[in-house]
């Protein structure tokens, strides 16, 4: 089957209003996951996208679903729906799909709990075009009947090995099951567990598989380092970490909620003592921060006004700040998946970045699991107490991350594309651009 890989924006063909808000967003060329998914979803495949965020993946779903749009005079109830595991993500994809959709009357609307359901309601009653939300505040919609679904034709699951594993299969389930059967579904996922592939088995029609999660790994552009210190001289050694490194946005991931509320306390205290950290701005954010309190947050973080973010895992996943230079593990993460997902934090889109674990005693185990991960080592930090004296048995990690395959090799670009059958049961067939030019 032929490989449909574009190069250049240009090649995909897209409408003229959507270059230009390409332009003014400064995408110069699309991403890999971009260059694959972009062809196959505009002519209206199933599709299974492997990729992780900071690769451009919401614009890989967005810009088709943005092309081929009826206006909402023609259509006034919802035709794509996007499901996403968290709210800071939803408002992540909402605001990627206003951007991408400057120049043109769009309705897009975030549905994500914790904002306000008679708002939603409201709008979803004055007629919108694309809904971005969470499975919880989507089953609600539908449970009142605010939603309806009879007209999408497109459904993206973004995420989906999150959704899983935070126990939406249930409520993704269902919402699938209201939806048209002709419906268009994309598939994105960092990984591809049993779990994902059983639901996309049950689905998806056809597929089309792309895998990019070995291209578009973020964390391989990002410089990564451990520092093994006493619990006594964490602090201490972080502090004059932040004092070397002064670095420009930072966050640093502790395990627990109270963890992360105790180490806010104590940089609190810290930071005016030392002249090169005193004009440093601090927050946190946690779970139990309602919701105006973590947009807030993310609001000052994405201004700038912010330089050090102390966070549990919540900002792990999905959150797009593209200004993050430094990411510190206090803690290590309970998962070693979650370490990568913290480390993507910084590197976004190729930029550069550093990441610096603390390792405790007795955590060298999971620092090597981390390492067979990423399939590499990390490098010891001169902070760290025993620089000097420290041999550590060296292992190279030997798991190559191609394991994941459905159907045949992965070509050499990591696209997957086999067995695909355009749906003959689709009525939206590409449509030409001068057609979509004249709806817009
Ligand atoms: P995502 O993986 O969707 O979270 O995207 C990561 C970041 O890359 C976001 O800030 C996007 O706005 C940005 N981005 C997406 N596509 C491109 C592109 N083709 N060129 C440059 N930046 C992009």
Redesign the pocket.
Known sequence: MESKIAETFEELGLSPIMMRALAK???????PI?SRVIPWALEGYDLIGQAR???????SFAIPILEQLDPLRVCPSPQALVLVPTRELAA?VHG?FVKLADGCPTEILEVAGGKHLDRQTRKLREGVQVVVGTPGRVIDHIQRGSLDLRRLWCVVLDEADRMLDIGFRPDIERILRRCPENRQTLLLSATLAAEVKELANRYLFEPVHIDCSNKDISVETIEQRYLTVAPEKKLETLLALLERERPPQTIIFCRTKLGTAKLHNQLERQLHRYPDLKHLRLATIHGNMNQSQRDAVFKQLREGSIQILVATDVVGRGI?V?TISHIINWDLPDDCSDYVHRVGRTG??GREGIAFSFVAKGQGQMLTEIEHKINRLLVLDPLSENHATMSREVITPTVIRDEVEIGSAPESFGLVAHGATKKPRLNRMRRSLSDRERRR
């Open positions: 967003l400064g995408y110069e060329r699309p991403s971009q965020t900071g690769t451009g993946k919401t614009a992540q990627e797009d593209s976004r889109m």
